[in-house]
C-alpha cells in the first residue's frame, strides 16, 4: 500500500513482508500462525533442525521475536488472532486447542462478533510444541536439550 511505502520509501519491498504491512492495514483480520513456523525457521532463520543448544536457543529467540512483531495485532482490538507454539507450517488448525476450543471456534467468534479486542487473542505461550504436551503429525518434534529456564 501507498501507506506502508510511506514508512520505507528507500525499501518498499519491506511492505510484502506481515511486520511491516500489518501496521497499516486497515480491514479486521484474524492470523493464524505458529509462533514456532517450521517453514519460516528453515529458510528465514535456516535452521532445518534443532539438535544442539545452540540451535534451540535460536528457535526460542526466534519465537520471542515473532510475538514482538506479532504487537500490532494486539493494539488493535478489531483484529483476532490463534497463536499455537505447535513447530509446524500447514497446521492442522482444527486439532489446535486453546481455551477449551478449536481454532476455528475461536475464529468464528471473532467473525461472528462474540469475541473482540483481547478476548479474540488466542496465545499459546508455552515453549515449542506446549512444552512437549503437544502431539500431532504435524508439530515437528523439538528434543528439549537446553534448560526450561529460557
Known amino acids: 500500500s501507498k501507506e506502508c511505502q510511506q514508512h520505507y520509501p528507500t525499501k518498499p519491498w519491506l511492505?510484502?513482508?506481515?511486520?511491516?504491512?500489518q501496521k497499516v492495514i486497515q480491514t479486521p483480520y484474524f492470523m493464524f500462525n505458529s509462533k514456532y513456523d517450521s517453514w519460516?525457521?528453515?529458510n528465514e532463520l535456516q535452521i532445518s533442525s534443532w539438535d544442539t543448544p545452540e540451535?534451540?536457543?535460536?528457535?526460542?529467540?526466534?519465537?520471542?521475536?515473532?510475538?514482538?512483531?506479532?504487537q500490532p495485532v494486539l493494539d488493535n482490538p478489531s483484529h483476532g488472532g490463534m497463536i499455537t507454539?505447535?513447530?509446524?507450517?500447514?497446521?492442522?488448525?482444527?486439532?489446535?486447542?486453546?481455551d477449551g476450543k478449536d481454532s476455528y471456534q475461536h475464529y468464528a467468534d471473532?467473525?461472528?462478533?462474540?469475541t473482540s479486542g483481547m478476548d479474540a487473542i488466542?496465545?499459546?505461550?508455552?515453549?515449542?510444541?506446549?512444552n512437549g504436551?503437544?502431539?500431532?503429525?504435524?508439530?515437528?518434534?523439538?528434543?528439549y536439550s537446553i534448560s526450561a529456564t529460557l
Open 55 to 70: 540451535k534451540q536457543l535460536a528457535v526460542l529467540k526466534y519465537g520471542r521475536d515473532f510475538m514482538e512483531q506479532f
Open 133 to 143: 504436551t503437544i502431539i500431532s503429525k504435524y508439530c515437528e518434534p523439538f528434543s
Open 122 to 130: 488466542h496465545i499459546d505461550t508455552r515453549l515449542p510444541n506446549g
Open 15 to 21: 511492505c510484502f513482508m506481515s511486520p511491516r504491512m
Open 40 to 42: 519460516q525457521l528453515n
Open 110 to 114: 471473532w467473525f461472528y462478533g462474540k
Open 85 to 98: 507454539s505447535c513447530v509446524c507450517h500447514g497446521c492442522d488448525w482444527k486439532s489446535l486447542v486453546w
